[in-house]
């Protein structure tokens, strides 16, 4: 089951900068890792990971760079700018209390 | 070879983008993507290569938002060599025309005539390649929003030609030839029925089907009445198309019921 739009939503950027904060990545194998690191519950298209990275790049929390290709064709990397790691530990901040409040009202005990 | 094949698939997508770098670079980026998986699809040995490239092209997903706002940006659209090709196209066919009709009004004398005759005909032939053009890209693209609407302002225009010629080159005139145009309705469901049915390679949906044998009911009661001079009890026609339409519909539903059930 794949229900990667309910359960993404909102939090591609954020997903999108933790991958790239590990390092330097291109638009299949970020997909490859969101894929695989959502257990078989997320799925998510190129298309999807495009308009997020161009959202980003206008923004200023990433930049790119021309990389060397594969089989005769060149990839695009992404890399994480300074702003947006400021970005990444501040959503990552916001995660938790949301996270903590969630918590409190789905399971309570707190 | 998969490169050529992916290759060729961008291009059909990309072919009615302006030639910008931004569109160049998103074409590019999404290739590079295309042949990373598919080299690494390729370790499966298990896979052929049309298995490969269509699990590619899934993939990619719905880009489709992406492609018109590259080809809506104003600035790109200007600076693109085929939207100044179509421009000085547009320009030389209309020189062309006023070259025709100085010729054929020269020649002929008839310098009203020749006007309402050849402006008309330039006119209808640049609808005619304008709308071919527009057609052959949706069928490219397989996006047909615009097709069936075209080809309704065919029947339209056909409905309006045959009008004028019914009505003022004919004895018939036109306090009878006016019964052409309750067809019109008709025609444009049609031709919405026949996207679906040649473009779409969809079923015709149902509402279309109700709506056009219900008004072609009226349209053929309104031409067998001014025909005949018969307005009763031919009215009963009106209600032929209305009473087959909805059996065929309860025989439609009555098919998925079944199909449902099963």
Known sequence: ?110 | MLFNRFKEHLDRQFKSLPDSREASDFREELLGNLMSRAMELKEDKSLTDDEIYHSCIDSLGDYSDTLKKLASNPIHALRDKRFLRDVLFMLTFALIAVAVYIAVSFGTGEWGLAAIIVFPAMAGIIYIYATAKVILSNTMLNRHALTGLIIGSYTVLITLVAFFVTAFATPVGPAKAWVLFPFIPFFLCASSAFTFVYFRKKKIPMAIILFGLSWLSVAAYLLVAVITGLWHPTWLIALGGPIVALVAAIVGITQKIDNQSR
């Open chain 1, 1 to 110: 089951m794949a229900a990667s739009g309910d359960i993404l939503r909102g939090h591609t950027d954020t997903i999108i900068l933790r991958i790239l904060s590990e390092g330097d990545s291109y638009g299949y194998e970020v997909a490859k890792k969101i894929i695989e690191g959502g257990e078989g519950l997320i799925d998510i298209k190129d298309a999807t990971i495009y308009v997020a990275f161009k959202r980003m790049e206008e923004e200023g929390l990433i930049t790119t760079y021309w990389g060397d290709g594969v089989g005769g064709a060149r990839r695009k990397y992404y890399k994480i700018s300074p702003k947006g790691r400021e970005v990444y530990l501040s959503d990552i901040q916001t995660w938790k209390e949301i996270n903590r409040i969630l918590n409190n009202l789905l399971i309570g005990g707190n």
